[in-house]
């Protein structure tokens, strides 16, 4: 590692470290360092930084996945190397300036090749990481979804062939991704995740079953009235009508959503009564809904 490559924190550190253990020393007595010193210092600091340095700490286990992807089916040794790599990367994304620089680094499309591994043990370590970059993360959230991620992370939910508590991770990492994102919600909405979270609420686990209650409260609560503005914007003049007549029972039901509808929803509100006004008009005013 030359001196330039190693982090400007460590010279610094090192020089106040000096700085102190010099005080009260003459003019004199301040030499310069020599080559031979200069090179023992810089291997020390480079050695001491490849191994405390969490941005270099996140690249060197990057490495590892990327080497062994490029090998196949990873064997028995290779797994546990990935393993190891996955644990130190999870603790290290919980610092937010790391979860971007994963992405900077290449590691969206590593994510993917792990959660297609046939050990579930690697599948569930995948899905906390994306969990762990995800979490309260707008920049990541957005950046894992342009990264065709949350198919995959479907795939999971919706295949008898996997294990309960990969199931469970999975819903994890979704949860994760789209909280607080409403492109997130309309991705996973977009690509019938909903309809694969209903389904799981008949599995035998209680607690999946009281996770998939969670991000279903979840998913509701963000998005309904937006989901249900994109289907009256379809052009079937049936899809419409449904979806009006859902608006009408949600809001009649709903203080919260009656709010929003005069508040932050007030476009969908507009849409509402000129649909209603274009109805009217074609039934002879035996449209009889308000809001």
């Known amino acids: 590692m030359a001196d330039d490559e190693i982090p400007h924190a460590y010279w610094k550190a090192c020089f106040n470290l000096a700085a102190q253990s010099t005080t009260g020393s003459t003019t004199s007595d301040v030499q310069e360092i020599d080559e031979e010193k200069r090179a023992w210092l810089c291997d020390a600091l480079a050695d001491y930084s490849r191994n405390t340095d969490p941005a270099l700490l996140m690249k060197k286990h990057m490495k590892t996945l990327l080497d062994i992807s490029h090998q196949g089916e990873p064997n028995d040794d290779q797994t546990r190397l990935i393993e190891q790599a996955l644990e130190a990367l999870i603790d290290l994304t919980g610092d937010s300036d790391l979860a971007v620089n994963f992405g900077k680094i290449g590691g969206y499309q590593l994510l993917k090749w792990l959660l297609r591994q046939s050990k579930p043990n690697l599948k569930c370590q995948t899905a906390e990481l994306i969990a762990?970059?995800?979490q309260n993360h707008i920049q990541s959230q957005q950046a894992l979804c342009n990264s065709h991620i949350m198919p995959v992370l479907i795939a999971l939910l919706k295949s008898d062939d996997q294990l309960i508590i990969v199931r469970r991770k999975a819903l994890y990492a979704l949860s994760c991704m789209i909280r607080g994102c409403s492109d997130a919600v309309a991705l996973f909405c977009g690509l019938g995740g909903i309809k694969y979270v209903v389904n799981l609420l008949n599995a035998e686990d209680d607690q999946l079953k009281t996770k998939c209650c969670f991000f279903l409260h979840s998913v509701v609560d963000m998005s309904l009235l937006s989901m249900i503005g994109c289907l009256i914007e379809k052009?079937?003049?049936t899809m419409q009508e449904e979806a009006v007549n859902l608006l009408h029972t949600v809001v009649s039901n709903s203080k919260k959503a009656?709010?929003?509808?005069?508040?932050t929803d007030a476009c969908l509100k507009t849409k509402f009564e000129n649909l209603c006004e274009i109805w009217?008009?074609?039934h002879h005013d035996?449209?009889?809904f308000q809001i």
């Open 286 to 288: 035996q449209v009889s």
């Open 280 to 282: 009217k008009a074609e």
């Open 258 to 263: 009656c709010l929003a509808m005069n508040t």
């Open 132 to 134: 762990e970059l995800a």
């Open 235 to 237: 052009k079937d003049e």
